[in-house]
């Protein structure tokens, strides 16, 4: 941990959203706030991992009662300083075990926020954290990318994922421990900085055992928030569990 607020305090969260522009785009947005009111029904939405609000405020004003949890205080200001922002709930603390009032439709993770938690004991709480929000027949929703290990020939650990004039960033694995960071190298008036942010990758096999520790049991899985379906080429997966309703 950097600090109180982990990897994601001022300095990330000062320049969050306009370094992940595309995602607060309304195609990105739409489709995940469609699933997650359609999961939510008449009922309320947990969001582990809130952020800067990105999903939670297009989905409150939907009508869905929202309340987060997110360990970053710079990241919550910036949610709470937006339109809408401070009619959510939010508890500062760690989304795997902080515990808050009331009963849950549907609980979501999205954005690879699950491996922000970098051991599976951590990500096992979690699974567990949310199951004991959820209301009989609730449903837990997270959002991750399946882990591109096919793309790294013997001797690499490195994969990028963006190039361009001022920035590199790539990912970097341990296949013995499933330790990954996402490394951006980026040029400041022709100097180069440095950042790197811990991960653990988790398969999809792996997280419904998770699932079924905590009780859940696997609804659905797609490829993305359209509802594709998920195959062996898909590179992401959103995965829907269910708690029983007895």
Known sequence: ?????????????????????????????????????????????????????????????????????????????????????????????????????????????VFNTINNLTTQDAQVDCFRNAAGHLAPGGRFVVEVGVPELRRLPPGQSAVPFRITPTQWAFDTYDPATQAMSSHYVTVVDGRAEHTSIPFRYVWPAELDLMARIAGLRLRDRWEDWHRAPFTGESTKHVSVWEKPAR
């Not at 582990?48 to 970053?72: E, Q």
């Open 1 to 109: 941990m950097l600090d109180d607020d982990g990897y994601f305090g001022e300095k990330i969260a000062a320049g969050y959203d306009d370094g992940a522009a595309e995602l607060f785009r309304p195609e990105a947005v739409d489709p995940v706030v469609d699933l997650l009111a359609d999961l939510a029904g008449d009922g309320a939405a947990l969001e582990l991992g809130i952020g800067t609000g990105r999903i939670a405020l297009p989905l409150a004003a939907r009508g869905i009662p929202v309340h987060g949890i997110d360990m970053s205080r710079a990241m919550v200001a910036r949610l709470r300083a937006k339109p809408g922002g401070d009619a959510i709930g939010v508890t500062v603390g760690d989304f795997a075990t902080t515990r808050v009032e009331g009963r849950f439709t549907v609980a979501y993770l």
